[in-house]
């Protein structure tokens, strides 16, 4: 057997490819860009700015109801801006979700740049239309529908009970039942079938990418608490 020490140590350099995103900018038409990324690049942030500056690329910053840090994104707090704010976003991380997220919210393009790959692309709004056409049917299935289940997650992180119960003040002509996991097994959601419509307030992810994965319709939990977008 081979033994293969890694210093936990080495951080992850991100280099972006700022030349190609101007060019990006410049085809699109793009001004001013918001500027966003996941949590484990937060520690560079500031020098990834600095990047974009050198290119003269000037950025914003936003900060979410639940991030730490401008600039960061997560699952449940997709930055939502105006118009006059910013015209796109600039997004480094890996996937589409948190790209997706952000076009859910806003309808601006996103510039996206995975640094593991490599991989430069725009997404633009109507990419996602089928998505949130799917995610407003289901908020208007949520409006009619008097038995909720509500899926609380005991997960570090994922855990917003508190946050669930506000659900009863702001709809009180519904009855709310609390379905509590540690991870949730979607066949085991079929024994309530009295129920007409789920609420996840774990990952919001989990209302995103897993829509046929429920036997019912299902909104995250910030689409019902707070205005809907």
């Given at each position: ?6 210093n ?55 900060k ?5 840090s ?14 006059e704010?910013a ?15 952000i ?25 996602v ?35 669930a ?7 009180p ?50 689409d ?6």
């Open positions: 057997m081979n033994i293969e020490h890694i936990a140590n080495v951080k992850f350099k991100v280099e972006l490819p700022v030349k190609k995103i101007k060019e990006l900018m410049e085809k699109n038409k793009i001004k001013k860009p918001a500027f966003t990324t996941t949590t484990q690049f937060i520690p560079q942030l500031n020098d990834m700015i600095k990047q974009l500056e050198e290119e003269n690329i000037k950025v914003v910053l936003f979410g109801r639940h991030t730490r401008p600039g960061q994104i997560l699952g449940c707090d997709a930055p939502i801006i105006k118009n704010e015209d796109s976003f600039i997004y480094v991380g890996d996937g589409y979700f948190h790209p997706n997220e076009l859910l919210h806003n309808e601006k393009p996103v510039i996206k740049y995975n640094p593991f790959t490599k991989e430069l692309g725009i997404i633009n709004p109507e990419e239309n089928a998505i949130k056409k799917k995610k407003k049917a289901y908020y208007l299935k949520f409006l009619e529908a008097k038995k909720i289940g509500v899926i609380v997650s005991l997960k570090p992180g994922q855990n917003f009970f508190k946050a119960l506000r659900l009863e003040e702001k709809y002509d519904k009855k709310f039942y609390y379905l509590i996991f540690n991870t949730i097994e979607f066949n085991q959601l079929e024994n309530f079938n009295f129920i007409e419509c789920f609420v996840n307030t774990a990952c919001s992810r989990i209302g995103v990418d897993d829509l046929d994965l429920f036997p019912k319709p299902v909104v995250n939990l910030e019902v608490l707070y205005d809907y977008k």
